[in-house]
């Protein structure tokens, strides 16, 4: 029980993961209109690494903050 999440917990976890998505969503659209390479290799990054944060905090949200 003591690993559950408190519903303020939730929401900024919700709030955090709202932000991530919009910034996810900012780099892949980004990543097409630059011509510079070495800025197209940096928001690439950010974007595979986004995902991984939304999936992450995605599992947070549907355990409750219940470790697996």
């Given at each position: 029980?003591?690993?559950?999440?408190?519903?303020?917990?939730?929401?900024?976890?919700?709030?955090?993961?709202?932000?991530?998505?919009?910034?996810?969503?900012?780099?892949?659209?980004?990543?097409?209109?630059?011509?510079?390479?070495?800025?197209?290799g940096i928001?690439?990054?950010?974007?595979?690494?986004?995902?991984?944060?939304?999936?992450?905090?995605n599992q947070?949200?549907?355990?409750?903050?219940?470790?697996?």
């Amino acid at each position: 029980m003591a690993d559950q999440l408190a519903l303020h917990e939730r929401l900024e976890l919700h709030e955090i993961l709202t932000f991530k998505n919009l910034c996810l969503t900012k780099a892949a659209t980004m990543h097409g209109l630059v011509g510079c390479e070495e800025l197209k290799g940096i928001l690439e990054t950010d974007v595979t690494e986004g995902k991984q944060h939304v999936e992450q905090l995605n599992q947070l949200l549907k355990n409750g903050g219940i470790s697996s």
